[in-house]
Nanobody, 118 residues
Framework: QVQFVESGGGLVVPGGSLRLSCTASMSSFNVYTIAWYRQAPGEQREQVASIKSGDNSNYAESVKGRFIISRDHAKNAVVLQMNRLKPEDTAVYFC????????????WGQGTQVTVSS
């Protein structure tokens, strides 16, 4: 059973930055497309960024230009650098392998809470 572990969340003031990390208990982590998702209270989970095995990345319009997704090959992790954070970025952030038809391939991890507030 693949387990995802997300870390790096916290409380930050608007305009601040956070760096999230995603690791998983799989040996072939780097060959998968990995996506970061977020879910705000009362909202559906949404995909915010993804990175393919060849390091091509995609972003939701709401985070484009502020968030950067990358791979840390040495740590077998996918990192989400979040800059110029806004209160509307407040959510629990998760990572997983996206399915082409929507949704995610594996069981969700616990996620990491990001709160943007003054």
């Amino acid at each position: 059973q693949v387990q995802f572990v997300e870390s790096g969340g916290g409380l930050v003031v608007p305009g601040g930055s956070l760096r999230l990390s995603c690791t998983a208990s799989m040996s072939s982590f780097n060959v998968y497309t990995i996506a970061w998702y977020r879910q705000a209270p009362g909202e559906q989970r949404e995909q915010v960024a993804s990175i393919k095995s060849g390091d091509n990345s995609n972003y939701a319009e709401s985070v484009k230009g502020r968030f950067i997704i990358s791979r840390d090959h040495a740590k077998n992790a996918v990192v989400l650098q979040m800059n110029r954070l806004k209160p509307e970025d407040t959510a629990v952030y998760f990572c997983n392998v996206p399915k082409p038809s929507g949704g995610a391939l594996f069981t969700w991890g616990q996620g990491t809470q990001v709160t943007v507030s003054s």
